[in-house]
């Protein structure tokens, strides 16, 4: 079980149009996925979101250190990559995925089996409902939306808001529970562009319209402020996809600011990382649904980590944790593995019966976004 190369691919697109959260321009989707090589020709692949957002030392000492090792011992491979501070940690993640890819594929075994797998299809929910510039009023977007991610099968939705006022917000909130109807609940998030003062008034319509959560209002250190909104507050507070460590995710739940924290694999650090703030999350009586905003590859590395969290983990929501499943144009996400993971008519995807991830990357595309 010779590691015999690693290879990092960088990839970005440019979309259409740039899309817009409340705050942050996203005018391309970047992308980096890394390859392990064993010696009997297998390839484990991983993947970062966002690119590799200051891993590059990372991703060098992992080109160092890879080649030659036995693949049993990723545990101990991972923990030398591992730094002691955030940075770098999304990239580490990109490796651990691709190491638990290679074992799972020479083993036989999924990458759910590896880590203690619970279930064998995961509820999605459709993650869009973005800003773009050449459309000043995005409600027929959001109805758009909508009735294609029904037409998949989803029962969940979540859209952006915070870029706009507030009435223009609560209105296009409006349309889009309109468009859901009874057979989808909607999720609404502002990536942490509110005031308290404004979180708290656009909160209180929140429940008055029956918004299913209300992901990050606030900055994310503003534990107090988390704190007396959800005190104030009947529906579920959430936040920690921007957390990069452990200690960040305790600091939050201890200080009960959040009835459900969203650790993302790559920027919280891997399986490992990941599955250690669910551990927390229980401990605090407290949801964990992982956040997910990636390319396909990463999608289907978020459904193996989803396989293994306990169904517990969401139970005041009704519903086990959910797989964020992004529905919004990036070209990479629908040709990095030769199409998207399928959602079945309940709104749920399988985990793959093949070994390691379930998907092969298809190199062309490998080739295609490809950046110097």
Not at 115 to 143: F, T
Request: hydrophobic letters at 40%; proline letters at 6%; aromatic letters at 8%.
């Amino acid at each position: 079980m010779k590691i015999q190369a690693f290879n990092v691919y960088h990839l970005s697109c440019t979309l259409d149009y740039t899309a817009w959260n409340s705050v942050t321009a996203h005018p391309t989707r970047p992308a980096l996925v890394v390859e392990v090589v064993t010696a009997d020709g297998i390839s484990g692949w991983g993947s970062a979101s966002g690119g590799a957002r200051g891993g590059e030392e990372r991703l060098a000492a992992a080109a160092e250190l890879l080649p030659g090792r036995d693949l049993r011992d990723w545990g101990g491979l991972l923990a030398r990559l591992t730094p002691v501070h955030g940075r770098g940690r999304n990239a580490v993640a990109a490796v651990e995925i691709a190491l638990l890819d290679a074992l799972g594929r020479t083993l036989d075994m999924s990458i759910a089996q590896l880590l203690g797998i619970q279930r064998d299809r995961v509820p999605a929910y459709a993650s869009g409902g973005y800003y773009y510039d050449h459309l000043p009023n995005r409600r027929d977007l959001l109805r758009q939306e909508i009735a294609d991610a029904r037409e998949r099968g989803f029962r969940y939705y979540k859209m952006k808001i915070g870029r706009s006022t507030p009435e223009d917000d609560l209105d296009d909130i409006r349309a889009a529970l309109n468009a859901a109807g009874n057979s989808m609940r909607v999720a609404v998030d502002p990536n942490c562009a509110y005031s308290y003062p404004v979180a708290l008034e656009v909160g209180r319509s929140l429940d008055d319209l029956g918004v299913l959560w209300y992901e990050e209002p606030l900055p994310k250190r503003q534990l107090d402020a988390y704190r007396d909104l959800r005190g104030k507050l009947e529906l579920p507070i959430t936040g920690g996809e921007g957390y990069a460590d452990l200690g960040e995710f305790q600091q939050a739940l201890a200080a009960r600011a959040m009835d459900m924290v969203q650790p993302d694999l790559s920027g919280a650090g891997g399986y490992g990382a990941c599955l250690d703030v669910a551990a927390l999350a229980a401990a605090h009586g407290a949801a964990c649904f992982p956040h997910c905003w990636a390319d396909s590859l990463h999608i289907v590395a978020s459904l193996h980590l989803l396989a293994a969290l306990p169904t517990s983990l969401g139970i005041e929501f009704g519903v086990p944790p959910l797989l964020e499943y992004d529905v919004t144009e990036n070209p990479i996400r629908m040709q990095l593995l030769g199409g998207e993971p399928p959602v079945d008519t309940d709104g749920y995807v399988a985990i793959p019966d093949a070994p390691g991830l379930g998907f092969d990357v298809d190199r062309a595309a490998l080739a295609k976004f490809a950046i110097d």
